[in-house]
Structures are given as C-alpha cells and as structure tokens.
C-alpha cells in the first residue's frame, strides 16, 4: 500500500504486506528528517531519521528514502504487522534549529 | 537510558482557572527541553524551547507561559485557561538543537 502524504491521510495494507507511507516537504534548506509513528493517545516515538548527505537509510523493517530533487520523503515498512496501525509523521528541520516542521500525519491501518 | 516523564496525564479545568504542567527528563544532562501542542487532526506546534536553567524561548503568543527551574524539569503554566488551551501537549527533549527529539507520554488537557 502507499500514501501521498498529507493529501492522503489514510492507508490500509494487509498484514504481511509492504506500506510506503510519503511527504512532501517545500523547504530545500530542510537537511534533516525524522519519521515518528504515534499511536492513540500517546507521545510520538522516534522511528529512523536521514540527513541531507544521504538518500537511503535502513533500520529494523523500516527504510526511509529521500529525494531532494523533487523534495520528497518516504517511509517504508517491510512485512506490516498489526502492531505497526498508528499515525506516522515526518519532521524536517533547517540549519540545525531548534525548530522542527511536522506534518498531520498519516494514518496506517492494518488488516490481519 | 533517557526516559521522560509527563504530569498529570488527564486534566479537565474550567475556563479561566490555572494550569500547570510538569516534565521531567531521566538519565541526561543538560538536554534542550521543548513544548509542543497537538490539536485534533493537526500537526505538532512548537510552543516553548529552553537550552539551559531560566532559558526560554517562545515561538507561539499566546496566555501560556513555561518556566525552567531545574536542568531536567520544565514547567508549562497558565493564569486563566481559553477554551482554545484544549488539546494534546507534549514535552520533548533533545542533546542539542538540530537533533533527534524525544517525546514524553502527554498530557491531555480539557478545558470546559
């Protein structure tokens, strides 16, 4: 299954299945990004980040590819688990700020 | 390990009473601190940071108002809730600006 972003908040994929969840970002100072996956009612929690140096980066089940090109942001998540329904944001930041950018998020549903 | 931690959980208070909102950081030193609101369907909003004891910065006016007394511990605060104070609120914490955020559980706040 796969989003686009905020103008898609929802997603439904099937247990067992591969979810790409996107954003879009409009700053080309933006050089470093965080995906946070939050579930109901609590506190968003860090999932993997990538700096501006890099297009790809891997960690347990997730990847997050970047393209600054076309300022574009994904998240994907191999073998989807029903552990894994939740709302995933992505945040950017600029300059090494204090300031991070989050978008409304997308909401991933998984179908056992 | 670092954990944060967040008080009360729920708060329901009626317009115009106080509010005072506590966050504590566990297991670091000297961390940037950080305030954020979520309202319903929407993004995180950055409200408070602080690099250091009594350093504060506010990046939304507003009738909130956060306070530092101690390295791990930042304080968010109202003299008379809106009905607008309404939502989700949640304490971050990070080694330094431009880095990774992490999130305490939140507070939901009710005002009626």
């Avoid at chain 1, 989807?80 to 991070?100: H, I, K, L, M, W």
């Avoid at chain 2, 993004?43 to 007394?69: H, K, T």
Wanted: charged share 15%; aromatic share 10%.
């Amino acid at each position: 299954g796969e989003s686009v972003g905020l103008h898609l908040p929802t997603l439904s994929v099937q247990e067992g299945d591969n979810s790409i969840i996107n954003c879009a970002y409009s700053n080309s100072a933006s050089d470093y990004f965080i995906w946070y996956k939050q579930e109901s009612g609590k506190g968003p929690q860090f999932i993997i980040d990538i700096r501006s140096n890099m297009d790809k980066r891997q960690g347990q089940r997730v990847t997050v590819l970047l393209n600054k090109t076309v300022k574009h942001l994904s998240l994907q998540i191999a073998a989807t688990q029903p552990g894994d329904s939740a709302v995933y944001f992505c945040a950017e930041n600029r300059y090494t700020g204090n300031q991070f950018y989050f978008g409304t998020g997308t909401s991933l549903t998984v179908i056992p | 390990s670092q954990t944060i931690h967040q008080w009360p959980a729920t708060l329901v208070q009626p317009v115009g009473s106080p509010l005072s909102l506590e966050c504590t950081v566990e297991g670091t030193s000297n961390p940037n601190l950080y305030w954020y609101r979520q309202a319903a369907g929407r993004g995180l909003q950055l409200l408070f940071y602080s690099v250091g004891i009594g350093q504060i910065s506010s990046e939304v006016p507003q009738n909130l108002s956060a306070s530092r007394p101690q390295d791990r511990q930042f304080i968010l605060s109202s003299k008379k809730l809106l009905l607008s104070d309404s939502g989700f609120y949640l304490c971050a914490w990070s080694k330094g600006a431009g880095l990774e955020q992490y999130f305490g559980p939140g507070t939901r706040l009710t005002v009626t």
